[in-house]
């Protein structure tokens, strides 16, 4: 193989009119260490860095027999072994152990020392990363010096650091000097000065080299052959061979392929058409989850927002925003992804609020939503927006759970951040109690109402007092009425209020009331009242808190049997979907088995 892979090259070369004198003799398999000594003026070059001095195909037993040398070795002559032992695995494209073993020698002599910095110059640049503020300027390798194949490390160093000039000067020659590489170079670089030689538009080395690759089936057949093709095409203007060579490769799954996809949607993004856009976006799709992490899968997210956003999709482009807040969460990338987002969330629910989206589809909406920008600041906010509009359509106890749902949010966030909430809280919790009124559910506006602190907002205390007055007439309760409210309900009235409020299987006010004694008295917050608050929320479906009260069972009881009760009725709470007759009769039995488990524990009444 290495043999056909020598002549495709030297073909292409003979091509391109590469001149002779860059192409060199053939490559020693000899494993034993050279004897530099020996080594012409010409040929000192090989002392520093020769890939080529490695048979392909003698990786185990070039390894073996340098290992064996090793132990014989001592001092100066230990470093030159190991040092032949980083170029074996470069010369095999195994580029982080030849990293791993130079990090470890220490060059005790200047001819060590020179071919030490040739070595690592080297790993970097055939790993592509770009130098650091500590690394030396590529002018002062090894590699830059008088060496066949210089202008091969000198493009890989421009590419690196995206030395546009530079890498026109060394293109070209860089093609004579790859002739000089093993095998495994070879199809791993190939694809990258190809790409350069597009991009500066070398039309003669790009027509040679793309007839090199079909000469090459383990990279024409590749994706990244595939998009170069594309590519190529597309810089010479043939933009519907482009497109269509480019979906070709976008059915792929490595770096290529991705970047075929981005490719897609950046020309539908520059034509503009539905057709155009709908392509790109199906493409988009169908690729989203084929790469995850780093700059490709950012990359693929962005255009997809970009293309929902062309299309007038809005509810999917601002769900793209959230996808790329949850996985790329690092403030750099993030804050103008969320001031994006927070703009066309404002556009959404004020749409909704107008009435322009049928109200299931809103809701619908509002649900996918909530995972993504649940704590984004000032989602609360769109979450009053629909609570106000469900509530004027006469849909109370919908208006009522999204007023909790945005309450419990800004407790959570009073409590993580050290803000104070309260004033935007006994706000929202004044419109859930109106909800409950306007409901007919006086007793859980009572409720409400008392558990409020009046001296949080006093510009409200008449608003509070009137409604609450309102509620309790309505309730026929004179005494009360007379009383009008608790000021400050202590622990113990938060228990008994959410103890009456479970035997008489009113669930979610029972709920509300234990979250509040858990945070305002969390120190007098007994194993007790968690067990009456996880039943709670589990009976009236409330999944955040019961998954809250279910974390904080470890701290509040050393029996792994109760935390294991805990779970399990969490487990069952998690699995709310569409079931089997015998799946939902399996899932009753266990919720009832750890009911009656908690139950015979003594900690529940």
Request: with cysteine.
């Given at each position: 193989?290495?043999?056909?892979i020598?002549?495709?090259?030297?073909?292409a070369?003979?091509?391109?009119?590469v001149?002779a004198?860059?192409?060199v003799?053939?490559?020693?398999?000899v494993v034993?260490?050279?004897?530099?000594?020996?080594?012409?003026?010409?040929?000192?070059w090989r002392?520093?860095?020769?890939?080529?001095r490695?048979s392909?195909?003698?990786?185990?037993d070039?390894?073996?027999h340098s290992?064996?040398?090793l132990?014989?070795q001592?001092?100066?002559?230990?470093?030159?072994?190991?040092?032949?032992?980083?170029?074996?695995y470069?010369?095999h494209m195994l580029?982080f152990e030849?990293?791993?073993?130079?990090?470890e020698?220490?060059?005790?002599?200047?001819?060590?020392?020179?071919r030490?910095?040739?070595?690592?110059?080297?790993?970097?640049l055939?790993a592509?990363?770009?130098?650091?503020?500590?690394?030396?300027?590529?002018?002062?390798?090894?590699?830059?010096g008088?060496?066949p194949d210089?202008?091969?490390?000198a493009?890989?160093?421009a590419?690196?650091?995206?030395d546009?000039r530079?890498?026109?000067?060394?293109i070209?020659?860089?093609f004579?000097?790859?002739?000089t590489?093993p095998?495994?170079?070879?199809r791993?670089?190939?694809?990258?000065?190809?790409?350069?030689?597009?991009?500066?538009?070398?039309?003669e080395y790009v027509?040679?080299?793309?007839?090199?690759?079909?000469?090459?089936?383990?990279?024409?057949?590749a994706e990244?052959?595939?998009?170069?093709?594309?590519?190529?095409?597309?810089?010479?203007?043939d933009?519907?061979?482009a497109?269509k060579?480019?979906?070709?490769?976008?059915?792929?799954?490595?770096q290529?392929?991705?970047?075929?996809r981005?490719a897609?949607a950046d020309m539908?993004l520059?034509?503009?058409?539905?057709?155009?856009l709908l392509?790109?976006?199906?493409?988009?799709?169908?690729?989203?989850?084929?790469?995850?992490?780093?700059?490709?899968?950012?990359?693929?997210?962005?255009r997809l927002?970009?293309?929902y956003?062309?299309?007038g999709n809005?509810?999917?482009?601002?769900?793209t925003?959230g996808?790329i807040?949850?996985?790329f969460?690092?403030?750099?990338?993030?804050?103008?992804?969320?001031?994006?987002?927070?703009?066309?969330?404002?556009?959404i629910y004020?749409a909704?609020?107008?009435g322009?989206?049928?109200?299931?589809?809103?809701?619908a909406?509002?649900?996918r939503?909530?995972?993504y920008?649940?704590?984004?600041e000032?989602f609360t906010?769109q979450?009053?927006?629909?609570?106000?509009?469900?509530l004027?359509?006469?849909s109370?106890?919908l208006?009522a759970k999204?007023?909790?749902?945005?309450v419990?949010?800004?407790?959570?966030?009073?409590?993580?951040?050290?803000?104070?909430?309260?004033?935007?809280?006994?706000r929202?919790?004044?419109?859930?109690a109106q909800?409950?009124?306007?409901?007919?559910?006086?007793a859980?506006?009572?409720?409400t109402?008392?558990l409020?602190d009046?001296?949080?907002?006093?510009e409200?205390e008449?608003a509070h007092?009137s409604?609450?007055?309102?509620?309790?007439?309505?309730?026929g309760?004179?005494?009360?009425l007379?009383?009008?409210?608790?000021?400050?309900?202590t622990?113990?009235?938060?228990?008994?209020?959410?103890?009456?409020l479970s035997?008489?299987?009113?669930?979610?006010?029972?709920?509300?009331v234990?979250t509040q004694?858990?945070?305002?008295?969390p120190?007098d917050f007994?194993?007790?009242?968690a067990?009456?608050l996880?039943i709670?929320?589990?009976?009236?479906?409330?999944?955040?808190?019961?998954?809250q009260?279910?974390?904080?069972?470890?701290?509040?009881?050393?029996?792994?049997?109760?935390i294991?009760?805990?779970?399990?009725i969490?487990e069952?709470?998690?699995?709310?979907?569409?079931?089997?007759?015998?799946?939902?009769?399996k899932?009753?039995?266990?919720?009832?088995?750890?009911?009656?488990?908690?139950?015979?524990?003594?900690?529940?009444?």
């Open positions: 193989m290495r043999q056909y020598c002549i495709t090259v030297v073909k070369l003979l091509v391109l009119a001149p004198g860059v192409l003799a053939a490559p020693s398999d034993d260490t050279l004897d530099y000594s020996a080594l012409d003026a010409g040929q000192t002392r520093d860095l020769d890939l080529r490695w392909p195909d003698g990786l185990r070039d390894l073996r290992i064996a040398k132990g014989s001592r001092g100066s002559d230990q470093t030159r072994v190991m040092m032949d032992v980083a170029e074996l470069m010369a580029l030849a990293g791993s073993i130079l990090a020698v220490t060059p005790d002599t200047p001819v060590h020392k020179r030490h910095r040739a070595l690592s110059d080297a790993v970097r055939l592509g990363v770009a130098p650091t503020a500590v690394t030396p300027p590529f002018n002062t390798s090894p590699l830059a008088n060496r210089r202008a091969f490390w493009s890989l160093d590419i690196a650091t995206s546009v530079r890498l026109s000067d060394n070209e020659p860089s004579g000097g790859l002739s590489q095998e495994s170079v070879v791993a670089v190939l694809p990258v000065l190809l790409e350069a030689a597009i991009e500066l538009d070398k039309r027509d040679a080299t793309l007839r090199l690759l079909d000469e090459m089936p383990e990279l024409a057949g990244s052959g595939t998009f170069l093709r594309a590519r190529a095409a597309q810089k010479r203007g933009a519907a061979t497109l060579i480019y979906l070709e490769a976008a059915e792929g799954w490595d290529y392929a991705v970047r075929a981005l897609v539908a520059a034509d503009g058409g539905r057709g155009a392509a790109a976006q199906s493409t988009l799709e169908g690729g989203s989850e084929a790469w995850r992490g780093g700059r490709y899968e950012l990359e693929v997210l962005r927002e970009r293309v956003h062309a299309l809005h509810p999917e482009a601002v769900l925003l996808r807040l949850l996985r969460p690092e403030p750099a990338e993030a804050a103008p992804i969320e001031a994006q987002a927070q703009e066309l969330l404002a556009d004020k909704g609020g107008e322009q989206y049928p109200l299931s589809a809103w809701v909406l509002h649900l939503l909530l995972p920008f649940r704590y984004t000032g906010a979450i009053e927006t629909l609570g106000d509009y469900v004027k359509l006469g109370t106890d208006a999204e007023y909790r749902r945005a419990r949010i800004l407790q959570e966030k009073q409590e993580e951040q050290g803000t104070s909430r309260a004033a935007e809280i006994f929202l919790n004044m419109k859930l909800a409950q009124v306007q409901g007919g559910q006086f859980d506006a009572r409720l109402l008392e409020m009046v001296s949080v907002a006093p409200m008449e007092q409604l609450l007055a309102q509620t309790l007439s309505k309730l309760d004179k005494p009360a007379l009383k009008a409210s608790v000021d400050a309900p622990a113990q009235h938060l228990r008994d209020v959410g103890l009456a035997e008489e299987e009113r669930w979610p006010q029972a709920a509300d234990l004694l858990w945070r305002t008295y120190q007994s194993l007790q009242d067990t009456r996880l709670a929320a589990y009976r009236s479906e409330d999944q955040e808190t019961l998954q009260v279910t974390r904080s069972f470890p701290s509040l009881t050393p029996s792994k049997d109760l294991s009760l805990a779970n399990s969490s069952v709470r998690d699995n709310v979907l569409p079931l089997s007759a015998g799946g939902a009769a899932r009753l039995e266990q919720l009832e088995n750890a009911f009656e488990s908690i139950a015979n524990s003594g900690i529940s009444p």
